[in-house]
Nanobody
Framework: QVQLVESGGGLVQPGGSLRLSCAAS????????MGWYRQAPGKQRELVAI?????WTNYLDSVKGRFTISRDENTVYLQMNSLKPEDTAVYYC????????????WGQGTQVTVSS
């Protein structure tokens, strides 16, 4: 069973920075894609950033230029700069083992709060 362990969430002031980390374990094979989603209270979960094994990336429009996703084997990072209050949400790590996998793996979520 694949497990995702997240770290790095917390409270930060507007304009500040935070780096999230997520380490995957429990699989001997490679992971096709790893990424980050977020969900604020009363809102739908949305894709923030994703990176495939071929280093293809995609970002939510509102975070482009501020957030950067990177991978180191089975660990994915999200560097978040110039944080805004609207970035406040629970951030979830996501992993998909294969392109056509029916189910994804999810981390437990880590709270990011941007407030003065």
């Amino acid at each position: 069973q694949v497990q995702l362990v997240e770290s790095g969430g917390g409270l930060v002031q507007p304009g500040g920075s935070l780096r999230l980390s997520c380490a995957a374990s429990g699989t001997a094979s490679g992971i096709y894609a790893m990424g980050w989603y977020r969900q604020a209270p009363g809102k739908q979960r949305e894709l923030v950033a994703i990176m495939t094994s071929g280093d293809w990336t995609n970002y939510l429009d509102s975070v482009k230029g501020r957030f950067t996703i990177s991978r180191d084997e089975n660990t994915v990072y999200l560097q978040m700069n110039s944080l805004k209050p609207e970035d406040t949400a629970v951030y979830y790590c996501n992993a998909r083992l294969e392109v056509h996998a029916r189910n994804d793996y999810w981390g437990q979520g880590t709270q990011v709060t941007v407030s003065s």
